[in-house]
């Protein structure tokens, strides 16, 4: 089936897609948004089982875009509710407060471990590396090697699943702004100038992130856009490097549809792969080596509340694979139908096909179990099961040869006048929500004329927490 005439086609029913969809409605136009999913929001959505609401991720909303504040604000208005923040992290059977508290971090460590931590410090600030090519040298020349050691080798290895010496320092220098001992333990002592950065409480939409996806998606539709669920681009038509159609897999249908623009959010790899004809070997080579990282999440109920104070708990222990545990109802006391229950997510980092990933569901609810017994967060007896979710490529990884890859994809698709990739899965950038957001309104803008230039957002905005916490808005991790 053929359509008539040309559309603007968004490719991604995300933070970004949606964003991007809104812009053009606001100013006449009538896209059509693709989302292959069966719901909107991408991995910031929220899905529902038997009641019982799961953030995807952990989703916290703030930000220092204005525009992208005022837009939350309208479209959620009270429902958009505002959060204290409390998270701990757990490590060898003890919990310590995040952001950094200097007395229960000498508490638990004891005064012999943190004077080493404090010499290894001092040995890396006298003689630090001298480059910073990886994430080890980055944190190392900023904690010294033992603090590193730690509190940040074991979890973000069990996040990326890859050696910290194999995670490109940009990344961290992207996500750890800021980022010092002296910094934090002034911090913690009697607070700085810098701590204004540090989110102490976030807004939240009441019933989960996906609400405000769902009703950015009504305000598209309301506009005379579109936004059709289970929908996959599956072949991207060009001519030169002008894209003329896309191909869309609906249902049991296929599509041919003209298009004038297409802002897409699909991950690089299945962009590049789609197009057709086909991209030069060397593109497609290295779009093919571009590398994502999975996780999943087993929701766990307790039939009692509460059952910890923490909105998250991020582990980082090495005897459990848990990556973080969020508390649903901490977050919004809508996420749970029962008073006087505790709804958990438990969540796993993971790659597509490894054993975690194609685990039985019931086998995961079992170790999700055992782990939070194992931590003292419940009785495993009292704890019931609930859903497994799987999202696959949630972020993308920054590995030595990323960079090299990502210029060279992006430096062909730079010759296309008419095609423009957007959000964290389109660009290969661990953007925030907000800053993904905004690529998708800027992108928008260039429709109509505007010259905005997609790769600058996120790359000097200094206003992430100083503290590390590489997702701040965007489910979890610690750096």
Same mark, same amino acid.
């Given at each position: 089936?053929?359509?008539?005439?040309?559309?603007?086609?968004?490719?991604?029913?995300?933070?970004?897609?949606?964003?991007?969809?809104?812009?053009?409605?606001?100013?006449?136009?009538?896209?059509?948004?693709?989302?292959?999913?069966?719901?909107?929001?991408?991995?910031?959505?929220?899905?529902?089982?038997?009641?019982?609401?799961?953030?995807?991720?952990?989703?916290?909303?703030?930000?220092?875009?204005?525009?992208?504040?005022?837009?939350? %604000?309208?479209?959620?208005?009270?429902?958009?509710?505002?959060?204290?923040?409390?998270?701990?992290?757990?490590?060898?059977?003890?919990?310590?407060?995040?952001?950094?508290?200097?007395?229960?971090?000498?508490?638990?460590?004891?005064?012999?471990?943190?004077?080493?931590?404090?010499?290894?410090?001092?040995?890396?600030?006298?003689?630090?590396?001298?480059?910073?090519?990886?994430?080890?040298?980055?944190?190392?020349?900023?904690?010294?090697?033992?603090?590193?050691?730690?509190?940040?080798?074991?979890?973000?290895?069990?996040?990326?699943?890859?050696?910290?010496?194999?995670?490109?320092?940009?990344?961290?220098?992207?996500?750890?702004?800021?980022?010092?001992?002296?910094?934090?333990?002034?911090?913690?002592?009697?607070?700085?100038?810098?701590?204004?950065?540090?989110?102490?409480?976030?807004?939240?939409?009441?019933?989960?992130?996906?609400?405000?996806?769902?009703?950015?998606?009504?305000?598209? %539709?309301?506009?005379?856009?579109?936004?059709?669920?289970?929908?996959?681009?599956?072949?991207?038509?060009?001519?030169?490097?002008?894209?003329?159609?896309? %191909?869309?897999?609906?249902?049991?249908?296929?599509?041919?549809?003209?298009?004038?623009?297409?802002?897409?959010?699909?991950?690089?790899?299945?962009?590049?792969?789609?197009?057709?004809?086909?991209?030069?070997?060397?593109?497609?080579?290295?779009?093919?080596?571009?590398?994502?990282?999975?996780?999943?999440?087993?929701?766990?109920?307790?039939?009692?509340?509460?059952?910890?104070?923490?909105?998250?708990?991020?582990?980082?222990?090495?005897?459990?694979?848990?990556?973080?545990?969020?508390?649903?109802?901490?977050?919004?006391?809508?996420?749970?139908?029962?008073?006087?229950?505790?709804?958990?997510?438990?969540?796993?980092?993971?790659?597509?096909?490894?054993?975690?990933?194609?685990?039985?569901?019931?086998?995961?609810?079992?170790?999700?179990?055992?782990?939070?017994?194992?931590?003292?967060?419940?009785?495993?007896?009292?704890?019931?099961?609930?859903?497994?979710?799987?999202?696959?490529?949630?972020?993308?990884?920054?590995?030595?040869?990323?960079?090299?890859?990502?210029?060279?994809?992006?430096?062909?698709?730079?010759?296309?006048?008419?095609?423009? %990739?957007?959000?964290?899965?389109?660009?290969?950038?661990?953007?925030?929500?907000?800053?993904?957001?905004?690529?998708?309104?800027?992108?928008?803008?260039?429709?109509?004329?505007?010259?905005?230039?997609?790769?600058?957002?996120?790359?000097?905005?200094?206003?992430?927490?100083?503290?590390?916490?590489?997702?701040?808005?965007?489910?979890?991790?610690?750096?």
């Amino acid at each position: 089936m053929t359509t008539d005439g040309e559309r603007i086609l968004v490719i991604g029913a995300g933070p970004a897609g949606l964003s991007a969809a809104y812009e053009l409605v606001q100013r006449g136009w009538k896209p059509l948004v693709l989302e292959k999913a069966s719901q909107v929001g991408g991995i910031s959505r929220t899905e529902l089982h038997d009641g019982y609401r799961y953030d995807v991720g952990g989703h916290r909303f703030f930000t220092k875009v204005p525009e992208v504040a005022q837009l939350w %604000t309208s479209m959620l208005g009270d429902d958009l509710i505002k959060v204290s923040r409390l998270s701990r992290i757990y490590y060898r059977g003890k919990f310590y407060q995040y952001p950094l508290n200097l007395w229960n971090t000498l508490s638990n460590l004891g005064l012999w471990e943190s004077g080493l931590i404090l010499l290894s410090y001092l040995r890396w600030q006298a003689l630090p590396y001298k480059e910073e090519e990886t994430f080890e040298q980055w944190v190392t020349n900023r904690f010294g090697r033992r603090l590193y050691r730690t509190f940040f080798q074991g979890y973000t290895e069990k996040v990326w699943g890859i050696p910290c010496s194999q995670i490109r320092a940009d990344w961290a220098a992207q996500r750890i702004q800021g980022l010092s001992l002296t910094q934090a333990v002034l911090n913690a002592i009697v607070g700085t100038e810098s701590a204004k950065s540090l989110i102490s409480e976030f807004l939240y939409p009441r019933l989960g992130p996906g609400m405000m996806w769902e009703r950015f998606a009504e305000q598209v %539709t309301a506009g005379g856009g579109e936004v059709w669920l289970n929908s996959e681009a599956v072949r991207i038509h060009r001519q030169s490097e002008r894209v003329t159609a896309v %191909t869309v897999q609906r249902g049991q249908e296929t599509l041919h549809i003209p298009v004038s623009h297409i802002l897409t959010s699909m991950p690089l790899p299945e962009l590049i792969a789609g197009l057709s004809p086909a991209s030069p070997p060397t593109v497609q080579r290295a779009a093919r080596a571009l590398r994502h990282r999975s996780f999943l999440t087993v929701g766990l109920r307790v039939p009692r509340a509460p059952l910890f104070p923490d909105n998250w708990v991020y582990v980082q222990s090495p005897e459990v694979q848990a990556g973080r545990i969020q508390n649903l109802g901490n977050w919004s006391a809508a996420m749970v139908p029962v008073a006087g229950q505790t709804s958990l997510g438990i969540e796993y980092f993971c790659n597509e096909g490894d054993a975690l990933w194609t685990a039985d569901d019931a086998d995961l609810v079992r170790l999700a179990r055992h782990e939070l017994a194992q931590m003292g967060l419940a009785v495993e007896s009292e704890v019931l099961p609930g859903p497994v979710i799987r999202q696959p490529r949630a972020y993308p990884v920054y590995d030595p040869e990323y960079r090299a890859n990502v210029n060279l994809v992006r430096g062909f698709l730079a010759g296309f006048d008419n095609l423009q %990739t957007i959000g964290r899965n389109g660009m290969h950038r661990y953007n925030n929500m907000d800053h993904s957001m905004l690529t998708g309104i800027l992108a928008a803008r260039n429709v109509f004329g505007e010259h905005n230039d997609l790769w600058s957002v996120n790359t000097e905005d200094a206003y992430h927490e100083h503290l590390p916490d590489h997702r701040n808005d965007q489910g979890g991790g610690m750096f």
